[in-house]
Every structure is written in C-alpha cells, then in structure tokens.
C-alpha cells in the first residue's frame, strides 16, 4: 500500500462528521468527498477537464462492466485506466457486487463467485472474490473492492444473514489475495437492513483489517431515516484512522446526514442520471428545467450557484434545449448537478474546520426540503 496514507485532519466538536484527506500515488483525496460515478470509463455528457472544474478530485469506475467491455486486458495495454480515461487523478474501482442485486435475473449466486449473463450479448462469466481483484490489478485503479453481495429493500432476516454469510466468506478470500501493490483494499459491510446483522458484520469486517471500510447496500427502496441509521450503526464501529465510504450515496440530504454520521466518501449515479432528463440540484430542491413554467424564466438555473453554467445559461434557455433534444442540455445539467455536490461538500468541509457544522447542515436540510 505504498503511496497511501489517510490523515484525520480534525472532528467536529458538535458531532461525529469528520474532516480527512486520504493521499494516494495519484493525488490527495479532501473528505468528506463526493465521487463522480465513471461507469464505462467516463462520467457521462462531460470530458475530465470538466469533471476535475466541477471540483471533483477522485471519480469511480466499475469492475464488472469494464471487464466485459472493452476487457481488462485492453485496459492494462494501455497503460493502465488512467491513461485510458485520461484522468490522472485518484480512480476507485467497484467490484460487480451492486450487479448482483441489479442484474438479479442476470445471475447465479454460489459460495465460489457469481456467474453473470451478458447484458450485452448473453456470453456468461464466473467472478470470484479472487478473480474480481486480479480483473482491478489489471486495471490499475487505486481504490479497489471485494466481491461482495448488495440485497435490495426488503429483505427478509433469512435472506440477510445469507446474503452476509457469503459477504464474510468473500472477503476473507479477498483480504487472503490482497490487492495490488498499488491499490487500497477496502472491505464492505453487508447485512440487509437488520441493525443486529450491520454491527456483526461491522465487527467481523474490522477484525480482517482492511485498509479502509464500505457500507453497502443503501439507496436500493429503503426508508430514507432507515438508511441513515444503519450508516450510524455501522460508522461508530469502524476504525477512526481508516476512511469510511458509504456505497450508492447521492441525494443532497443523505449526503449531508451520513457526513454527521461520520462518513467520508460517496458516489452515485443519481446527480448524472437525473441531470440527463432535465433534473437539476438548488439550494431549494431538485428543478425540473423541462417544465413549461420555465419557458421566460431567464434567472439561472440555481441563483445560489458560481458554477459555469448558472453564471452563463437561464433556466428558460436549459429548458429550451432539454425539449429541442439538443445534446447540451443533458451536459450542462450534468456539469451542474456535479458542481452543485462539489460546492456542498467544500461547505460541509469548512463547516466541520469551524466546528459549526450542526448549524450548517440543518441550514442546508431546511432549504433543501422546500423543494421537494
């Protein structure tokens, strides 16, 4: 793990939220930090110059749809994913444990790995704990993590503790292979939505020893104070000298709610996904830019927002090419959405320097909700 170092620069005096930087042999990581998700290779609608304006200092990549295309061996030719991508900044690679849950009907699940059905053109492949960190070596990225297996909501206790009982044999697996020599393992900690199974599963996790902790298994139809809790359950029995990075995690509030919970890290499609219908991220709540009320309203897209689009573009022009079907709507929105994440989590950082941060954080919920 030479080259990585993550350093708890201080913890707020009115709660748990904490500020970090996690370095890496590409670059220093601020936390809290939200993670552009790279999919393919490549944040949808913007190139990595617009990425890294947008504030954004480390992205994530997938292990499983890399793998299939165009293939690890492809990606290790190059140079490595960085050069692939033609980003040189900090790369975390997600294992293909999400694809269990949502490729469910795409899958067969066993104690050696998980076989998959292409979705692309129906050849099936086997990952296993050790096969799914070899396909990361290749890669090259500089955060890797465990085959693992994500339940969505609900999930009955029989369910659960399966579902973490092949999690636990996993990662024992993945910590005995150990990833490369210039990459961090993490370790992810399952367990459905039962707060018993999230603090076994926390402890069990812990006592392997990994470089760093994951919380899995949000985000996917859980009541929204049901998944802030279990990210309390599990944060407190984690390591305070590791970082903390909660899977799936992208709404404005949750971020906010799992950094005073004391977590560090987050991706998710969400802010990308939603910008490319025409949905973006103000200080009031989500914006619906397609919306015929918008038609002569020539304010900025977030009034409260410096980023390059809301000092440039109105709300009327955004809707107008949402409903053209012009291709720079979808990139605008996505520029947006991302800095609008950038700028919450410079906020949220400043605030827990200046241990203000309870203040700040029901300020920013408060406003938030009015939009919903």
């Known amino acids: 793990m030479e080259g990585f170092r993550f350093e708890l620069v201080h913890r707020a005096a009115d709660g748990a939220a904490r500020l970090g930087i996690l370095y890496t042999p590409h670059g220093a990581v601020q936390t809290p930090a939200f993670m552009p998700v790279g999919t393919q290779g490549t944040v949808k609608a913007l ?12 992205v994530l990549a997938n292990t499983f749809h890399l793998y299939l295309r165009p293939g690890a061996s492809v990606v290790a030719r190059a ?46 492949h086997t990952f296993t704990p050790e ?13 890797v993590m465990p085959l693992d297996v994500c339940l969505g909501y609900p999930a009955g206790d029989g369910e659960a503790r399966e579902a973490l009982r092949i999690t636990m044999l996993w990662a024992e697996r993945s910590k005995a292979r150990g990833a490369g020599p210039d990459q961090m393992l993490f370790g992810i900690v399952q367990g459905g939505f039962a ?5 076994e599963a926390a402890v069990r996790i812990v006592e392997m020893g990994f470089d760093g902790y994951a919380i899995g298994g949000l985000s996917v139809g859980e009541p929204r104070e049901l998944g802030h809790a279990l990210v309390a359950e599990v944060t407190a029995r984690l390591p305070p000298d590791r970082p903390r990075y909660v899977m799936g995690v992208g709404a404005p ?63 009327a022009y955004l809707r107008h090419l949402f409903n053209a079907d012009e291709m720079l709507g979808p990139r605008l929105a996505t520029y947006h959405n991302l800095a609008f994440l950038g700028r919450l989590m410079d906020e949220a950082r400043a605030a827990v320097a200046e241990d203000a941060f309870e203040v700040w954080r029901r300020g920013v919920l408060t406003a938030y909700r009015t939009g919903w």
């Open 47 to 58: 190139t990595f110059d617009e990425v890294r304006e947008t504030g954004a200092e480390i």
């Open 79 to 124: 140079g490595g994913l960085h050069r692939f991508m033609g980003w040189d900044g900090p790369i975390l690679t997600d294992s293909g444990g999400f694809q269990v849950f949502s490729l469910a009907k795409l899958r067969r699940l066993g104690d050696d790995g998980v076989t998959f059905r292409s979705p692309i053109d129906g050849s099936e």
């Open 131 to 143: 096969g799914v960190l070899e396909i990361q070596a290749k890669l090259g990225s500089d955060l």
């Open 195 to 199: 707060e018993r199974l999230r603090r």
């Open 253 to 315: 509030p949750d971020l906010v709610e799992a950094i005073a919970r004391g977590a560090d890290m987050f991706d998710c499609v969400l802010p990308t996904r939603v910008a490319r219908t025409g949905v973006i991220f103000t200080r009031q709540g989500r914006l619906t830019v397609r919306s015929a009320r918008f038609r002569d309203d020539h304010t900025a897209p977030d009034p409260d927002c410096a980023c390059r689009v809301c000092r440039t573009y109105s709300r």
